[in-house]
T-cell receptor, first 115, second 116 residues
């Protein structure tokens, strides 16, 4: 069965620190991968997504993620975080077009940035 | 562009009561999703509509939950009767179309349900 693991439940960083949030998935076929973010008091919104092509994906606000197929991973990175990056981050996966499977979300990682 | 609208924003009921949530997707979006998000967990898909047809409802507890999307626009999700474990945030999302999973979903603010 499909699953998504986000091992870091709460990450605390200082401004300007580098960020890497882990995401591992379990799925045997072609996948689409997503990172969604929920800022305090706001709706869930898409940060970036991968469905084919270059495994290094650029998103909004300086975020990027790298799809490593051999490791079943899609880690989120940012070289220098800001206080405004404080939010909850969700990794999600679904099967590719041929399987048309439903999207599965991880349990989320809460990121707190110290000013 | 108006976003996904949901109402009510908060609801408190007693167990065994009924409750209904309403969602209005972004205009022109063919696909609509309902999710349940329990505290400390990620959203779990309950049901997905493509226009007014159901694409996936495999995780919808059909003995107590029901959903409809009349005319392929607005949707309602109902719980009857509610249980304590139904306490959660119910999220509605929409996407332009269903293109095999690549599409971006746009989420509403959610309805926070507390069952006492």
């Amino acid at each position: 069965a499909q699953s998504v693991s986000q091992h870091n439940h709460h990450v605390i960083l200082s401004e300007a620190a580098s960020l890497e949030l882990g995401c591992n998935y379990s799925y045997g076929g072609t996948v689409n991968l997503f990172w969604y973010v929920q800022y305090p008091g706001q709706h869930l919104q898409l940060l970036l997504k991968y469905f084919s092509g270059d495994p290094l994906v650029k998103g909004i606000k300086g975020f990027e993620a790298e799809f490593i197929k051999s490791k079943f991973s899609f880690n989120l990175r940012k070289p220098s975080v800001q206080w405004s990056d404080t939010a909850e981050y969700f990794c999600a996966v679904n099967g590719g077009y041929s399987s048309a499977s439903k999207i599965i979300f991880g349990s989320g990682t809460r990121l707190s940035i110290r000013p | 562009e108006a976003g996904v609208a949901q109402s009510p924003r908060y609801k408190i009921i007693e167990k065994r009561q009924s409750v209904a949530f309403w969602c209005n997707p972004i205009s022109g979006h063919a696909t609509l999703y309902w999710y349940q998000q329990i505290l400390g967990q990620g959203p779990k898909l309950l049901i997905q509509f493509q226009n007014n047809g159901v694409v996936d409802d495999s995780q919808l507890p059909k003995d107590r939950f029901s959903a409809e999307r009349l005319k392929g626009v607005d949707s309602t999700l109902k719980i009857q009767p509610a249980k304590l474990e139904d306490s959660a945030v119910y999220l509605c999302a929409s996407s332009l179309d269903y293109s095999g999973g690549e599409e971006t979903q746009y989420f509403g603010p959610g309805t926070r349900l507390l069952v006492l």
